[in-house]
């Protein structure tokens, strides 16, 4: 690098030195800025949306054959009892039309196709083959013929104005645009239909410090020994923590179309389940 020397002449410094040539510079760089990659949250981690959504699709690889083993474990079953609430709660009728977006090994789907009857339709769908393709054997085990369809939650391949109900299950708070997700979800809504979002949040303050410990101290430990993965429940922990809150998801899904939106609280807001109309 050359050197620089300045003499102070009449109050300025003049600059006497042999520099080199400036860099061109790209002024296009400079001011578009889909020039930088765009960043989100992995857990508590910073990375790329693109990371995220590989990260994420690994997870569920990983876990897809003992996911619904280690809901039970480590909700001690409370799991079933926060789907059943759920579908109770949609008011969905025989006859009518279901989309379980981000559906996994089809817990909602199984409900809501026992709801809706044979002159109904339930779609299961998931961005993950390998939860879908568990969903889909799980239906047909149990006697049901619901279409299976691996989609991204925030580019939905349906009509507008389609569906009766759309619920999404511990599934939000893996996407990486959460508000494309459910604006997605109000738009493939028949008018009158029910948006439905059942999710881990943020649990009654004064069991926040024992909710942390058994988050992040028995959580992996239970998926060590039983997944032989303690990352992805590592994960599964932190994702709660960056997930919105319930006033917050409030506000998202009525942001994104809907109106009259509510929310319950159980198991002191563990999970919380929130509904909304599309006016």
Known sequence: MPTVSTKRCCGRNIWNAFRLPAPAVNLLQLTNTNAMP????????IVNEGEKTRRVGRVFEAVATRYDLMNDL??????RLWKRFAVEL???????????????????????AKRVGSNGKVVLSDINAAMLAVGRDRLFDAGYAALAVQCDAEKLP???????C??????????????????????????GGRLLVLEFSHVWKPL????????????PLIGKIVAQDAASYRYLAES?????????????????????????????????????YKP
Not at 166 to 191: I, W
């Open 208 to 219: 926040q410090p024992l909710y942390n410990a058994y988050s992040f101290k028995v959580l």
């Open 38 to 45: 765009k960043t989100t949250h992995f857990g508590f981690e």
């Open 74 to 79: 480590m909700s001690g079953g409370l799991h």
């Open 240 to 276: 709660i923590r960056m997930h919105p809150d319930q006033e917050t998801l409030k506000h998202m899904i009525e942001n994104a179309g809907c109106v009259s939106v509510e929310y319950f609280n159980l198991s002191a807001g563990i999970v919380a389940l929130h509904r909304g």
């Open 158 to 164: 349906f009509p507008a104005n389609h569906f009766d």
């Open 90 to 112: 949609s008011g969905v009728l025989p006859g009518q039309q279901v989309l379980d977006v981000a559906g996994g090994t089809a817990d909602l789907s199984r409900l809501f």
């Open 166 to 191: 759309a619920s999404v299950a511990f599934g939000l708070r893996n996407m990486t645009h959460k508000e494309q997700a459910l604006t997605e979800m109000a738009r493939v809504l028949r008018p």
